[in-house]
């Protein structure tokens, strides 16, 4: 018997209007399927809606159509109890320390101070900077405060994890170490995640299975499994393996790539 | 020195124009008088309820037309045009709404100073990052939390400003107030000492007048420097 999905995307289509007044077609309707403590990477050319799809999950934008279901309700809005973001231009509240920032979520949500504080040190240390506590974002790297960026996603315990292109602007080495840690966090805390990235070698080392979409109109065009126990250490990364699902991820996205680049 | 000697040589009037020893005089003189003490702690009170009140409604009206963008293109020319009308115009009607107690005082005050205080928390908040405001909703964060959250400290550098401005006017317009309406303090000396031609009182009064709004001021500044640490922090 195969389990129930955690979150059930079906037909879900969004349109969008263009400055320039043209219908322009984000996601053509889409089906998808996420199963608890699954990590599953959306990757597609610029323009295929993979983020309007995450934001459309996590309810912070409608669709056109369709409905996303997670543990069973309906998403009609923000669900603070179930979802929390990770994005990509880290958005951390610059005037709050680390620690302050990683507690935004559990205040909002109204827990008391003395509940937060333990749950924020562990977060903080999860993500290895409990030296680095009571410093403002400004003082930190960019890796640095994407990790505290993750550690706010996970104060709040959500069951799932959104994340659109967190480690988009690091450079190869940081997001190497960071995708290393990340696998192993979500691995332990046993999140279902989605997860968004341009990059091919990243999605093959997250993810069970790479959503493949394509553009105009976005859609999802092939689902490729990646079978291969997590966490993941370095060693899979030279792995054979690990080159065939490159690969064969290489060729199904080519012609999107291409096809979207041309047009650019 | 010079303004002191051309005084001193005859070759203008101290009735008008006192020499500065005079001021200095009167100051000293003024400032054995408990009346006149009292008199310079009353505007010292009435100024900054008239800055307090002034800094939570321009706060409030500011962020709230910071973040609604029609509200801003709306009443920002209205905004821009209040500011620059000259506020003695609507006197007449403070007292008629306050009567012409200190109660009127602070209205005017706190009506010379607001829109200063509005126009630019109103500005400073137009500049929120939208990611802030959505992290806030991804979160599960009500209009209320974003408000308190997010676009209040984001307004802060406004809000200081507004506020440092609006100590200057709202002393501005306590007096002028005093001035017009007022059978004794400060504003009523003034008048008395002007009429009686004891100019090196008028100016020994202004005088101070002016060193105590400008050390509001400067304190203020240094309060400013304290919340606002974060911003200066790995700019170098």
């Keep these: 018997m195969t ?51 995450l934001s459309i999950i996590g309810g912070l934008t409608k669709a056109d159509s369709g409905a ?13 109890n179930e979802v929390a973001f990770v994005f990509q231009d880290y958005t951390l509240l610059p005037w709050r320390t680390v620690e302050r920032n990683v507690s935004l979520g559990l205040e909002l949500k109204r827990v008391a101070k003395k509940e937060r504080e333990p749950t924020v040190a562990r977060c903080v240390a999860l993500v290895g900077l409990t030296s680095h506590a009571k410093a403002f974002p400004r003082e930190l790297s960019g890796g640095m405060q994407q990790r505290v960026a993750v550690a706010r996603a996970l104060a709040v315990d959500p069951a799932v994890l959104l994340m659109d292109e967190p480690f ?18 979500v691995a332990k805390t046993d999140k279902t995640t989605l997860f968004v990235t341009h990059s091919l070698s990243e999605a093959v080392y997250l993810a069970d299975r790479l959503v493949v ?3 105009s109109p976005g859609r999802i065009k092939e689902i490729i499994v990646v079978d291969e126990e997590r966490p993941r250490t370095p060693s899979f990364r030279t792995s054979e393996k690990f080159r065939e699902v490159h690969e064969r991820l290489f060729n199904s996205l ?10 650019a | 020195m010079i303004f002191e000697g051309i005084v001193r040589a005859g070759i203008y009037n101290p009735y008008f124009l006192p020499a500065p020893s005079a001021v200095l005089k009167a100051i000293v003189l003024l400032a054995k008088d408990g009346q006149v003490r009292r008199a310079f702690l009353d505007v010292a009170l009435w100024s900054g309820e008239a800055v307090v009140a002034s800094a939570v409604v321009g706060t409030l009206v500011g962020c709230l037309l910071g973040v609604w963008p029609l ?8 905004l821009s045009t209040a500011v620059s009308i000259p506020k003695i115009v609507f006197f007449p009607i403070i007292v008629l709404l306050f009567g012409i107690g200190a109660n009127a005082k602070v209205a005017y005050g706190a009506l010379s100073a607001v829109f200063y205080v509005t126009l630019n928390v109103a500005g400073s908040a137009r500049n929120v990052d939208p990611a802030f405001l959505r992290a806030v909703r991804a979160f599960g964060g009500t209009r209320v939390d974003a408000l308190r959250r997010v676009v209040l400290p984001s307004a802060l550098p406004g809000i200081t400003v507004g506020i440092w401005v609006a100590i200057k006017h709202a002393v501005n317009g306590v007096l002028i107030a005093e001035l017009y309406v007022s059978i004794n303090g400060i504003g009523a000396d003034i008048n008395r000492f002007t009429q009686q031609l004891q100019a090196d009182r008028v100016y020994a009064l202004a005088l101070t007048l002016t060193v105590m709004a400008v050390t509001a001021a400067w304190l203020w500044g240094r309060v400013d420097r304290k919340f606002d640490a974060w911003r200066r922090l790995g700019d170098a």
Aim: charged content about 20%; hydrophobic content about 35%; overall charge negative.
């Design chain 1, 254 to 263: 080519r012609d999107e790539i291409f096809a979207v680049g041309r047009d």
């Design chain 2, 71 to 78: 509200g801003y293109r709306a009443y920002l020319p209205v």
């Design chain 1, 68 to 80: 996303v279901n997670i543990s069973g309700s309906l998403v009609t809005g923000p669900m603070p």
């Design chain 1, 213 to 215: 979409m394509s553009a």
């Design chain 1, 3 to 53: 389990p129930r999905p955690y979150v059930s995307v079906k037909g879900i289509s969004k349109t969008y209007t263009s400055v320039r007044g043209e219908f322009v077609e984000a996601l053509s309707p889409v089906d998808l399927e996420v199963y608890p403590g699954e990590f599953v990477c959306l990757i597609g050319p610029s323009g295929c809606g993979k983020s309007t799809l």
């Design chain 1, 168 to 185: 988009g602007a690091l450079d190869e080495q940081t997001r190497m170490v960071l995708g290393n840690d990340l696998s192993s966090i």
